[in-house]
């Protein structure tokens, strides 16, 4: 493939729920109107040419007619989000049954084998995905559906989110539900689990928060000195999209570098990409470094979450440590500023998040921050719209945010997905792919 995508929408149309759908205002919960999630994300699903005839447009209108019936049981995805206009900085959906954005698109130049390293430019995919809202509280559609047509018979779906309307779970189970009502895998009344709208749960009232906790422990907020140019060095230099896959076995050796066996493939692999990271970038030793990743709370909180709510149901885990610290103390100490951070999630822990985010306007700054989200256990994997499950799960564009992915047909691996300076992206890779140095 080339270093420029030749991308031809064919159409793009409105499609609103295919029946009735309650017609109301809902308000979304403290976690949805956080500063920190008010972003459009966006995957894309690379689907290898199916042996055997079909006929693509059947499968597009199939698509088409799927994300009608999909939009009925989750409505406030065909809804806008909007300010409150009481002031209070939280937001709300106006349901009205507005509608969604399907787009259909071929490209004459991409197969499906063109996605299997990382892109040559940071958004040299973007075309796949044409219709990108930045501003998500300015009447902007919440999801954008774009199947594209290969050159080689394959096919890619991308996929925008509102992120203030759902998680990346939530995105998940909407996704297999519009992918098997697609191939008539079940009805609307037969989801499981059942989507759960209702963001109550996580109001501050509901959830038991008053302003007299005052707790600001929490790093995950609060800003470090930038004593390296970090932050300019990010908006100067070119960030350059890397692609890395751990199998079970190199993750096992990464176990054992540590000397601990008890650490989660999650931890161990943060925390490797965490220190290639921080030494590839080659900061003062006294720069404060923060790992920055999501927690599901759905089971961690008191109050337990219905299955089937997909709303904003993380917070955010923080390791905190000193460049210098991070590549003298070794991969073990880094595995266990990760684990303690994930273990020091737990109720209070949320509600101390609740409160912030609601009456302080919480927020992450970005000195010295690697945020890294795990979409391999999301299920993006599974999704299948009638043309077999995707050969290739990742962002539309490769970001100086990391984004853990599973890796298709390969049990136990991982994908990392990362953009690093172009100064330092030898050196990163240098350190990602040699544990031990």
């Known amino acids: 493939m080339s270093s420029r995508c030749c991308v031809h929408v064919k159409e793009a149309v409105v499609i609103g729920p295919c029946k009735p759908t309650p017609n109301h205002i809902l308000q979304l919960s403290a976690l949805d109107s956080q500063l920190f999630v008010r972003f459009t994300f966006e995957y894309l699903l690379v689907y290898k040419p199916r042996c055997g005839s079909f006929d693509k447009a059947t499968v597009t209108d199939n698509v088409k007619s799927a994300l009608g019936r999909a939009l009925v049981p989750y409505y406030p995805l065909a809804g806008r989000v909007r300010a409150r206009p009481d002031g209070s900085g939280g937001l709300e959906v106006v349901c009205r049954g507005q509608g969604a954005v399907f787009i259909s698109a071929v490209s004459d130049s991409t197969a499906a084998s063109d996605f299997d390293g990382a892109p040559c430019r940071r958004a040299m995919w973007r075309k796949f995905l044409s219709v990108h809202v930045a501003d998500v509280l300015k009447g902007g559609p919440p999801l954008v559906v774009q199947l594209t047509w290969l050159s080689d018979g394959g096919a890619t779906l991308a996929v925008g989110f509102n992120h203030c309307l759902c998680d990346g779970i939530g995105s998940g189970e909407f996704l297999n539900a519009f992918a098997d009502s697609a191939i008539g895998k079940h009805g609307l009344i037969e989801l499981d689990p059942k989507p759960i709208s209702g963001r109550h749960l996580l109001d501050p009232i509901s959830f038991c928060v008053s302003r007299d906790n005052n707790s600001l422990s929490h790093p995950e907020f609060k800003s470090v000195p930038d ?104 991969l073990r100490h880094a595995a266990e500023l990760v684990k303690g951070a994930k273990e020091r999630v737990g109720d209070e822990y949320v509600r101390e998040v609740v409160e912030l985010v609601s009456w302080n306007k919480a927020s992450v700054d970005s000195v010295g921050v690697l945020i890294m989200t795990q979409w391999s256990r999301l299920g993006l994997e599974s999704v299948d719209f009638g043309i077999g499950r995707p050969v290739q799960v990742g962002p539309v564009c490769c970001d100086k945010y990391c984004v853990v992915l599973p890796v298709c047909g390969v049990a136990g691996a991982f994908k990392v997905n990362l953009a690093v300076p172009s100064t330092a992206v030898d050196q990163y890779l240098h350190y990602l792919r040699n544990a031990a140095a």
Request: a positive charge; hydrophobic letters at 40%.
């Open 227 to 330: 004593i390296s140019g970090f932050a300019s060095r990010f908006v100067r230099e070119r960030l350059m999209p890397t692609s890395v896959i751990f199998d079970q076995n190199e993750l096992d050796g990464l176990k054992k570098l540590t000397r601990v066996a008890t650490f989660t493939s999650f931890e161990i692999l943060s925390a490797h990409v965490w220190r290639s990271w921080a030494r590839g970038l080659n900061l003062p030793s006294d720069q404060i470094l923060k790992l920055v990743f999501s927690v599901n709370i759905r089971h961690r909180v008191n109050s337990r979450l219905p299955s089937g709510y997909y709303g904003n149901a993380f917070v955010l885990g923080c390791a905190e440590a000193r460049a210098g610290d991070l590549a003298g103390k070794g």
